[in-house]
């Protein structure tokens, strides 16, 4: 059973930026895509982040564009998501995802979940 575990999770100011981490690994995951998904209270979780298994393909949901950023580190397994201008809009737990090919293919593509951590943004 591959283990993914982020962190990184906390409480945040709005307009902060802070970064999550999701370890795991390198076997598993350095030829496949990673993502990043959330959910927020009462909603279901959402595609936030995804990138490719060499880093040079990304793909980002509209309403973090511009904002977030998602980078890997293959000869650690470590896959990165760095939250700027955060929004109240934004709290959420966090899942890192592996996904089962080299590119995203949608959340039916993933492979492993983490166990997701939570970011609050509240002043």
């Known amino acids: 059973q591959v283990q993914l575990e982020e962190s990184g999770g906390g409480l945040v100011q709005p307009g902060d930026s802070h970064r999550l981490s999701c370890g795991g690994s390198k076997r598993t995951s350095s030829n496949n895509a990673i993502s990043w998904f959330r959910q927020a209270p009462g909603k279901e979780r959402e595609f936030v982040a995804a990138i490719n298994w060499n880093g040079d393909r990304t793909d980002y949901a509209d309403s973090v564009k511009g904002r977030f950023t998602i980078s890997r580190d293959r000869s650690r397994g470590t896959a990165y998501l760095q939250m700027n201008n955060l929004k109240v809009e934004d709290t959420a737990v966090y899942y890192c995802?592996?996904?089962?090919?080299?590119?995203?293919?949608?959340?039916?593509?993933?492979?492993?979940w983490g166990k997701g951590i939570l970011v609050t943004v509240s002043s």
């Open positions: 995802a592996v996904d089962r090919s080299s590119y995203y293919g949608g959340s039916r593509s993933v492979q492993y």
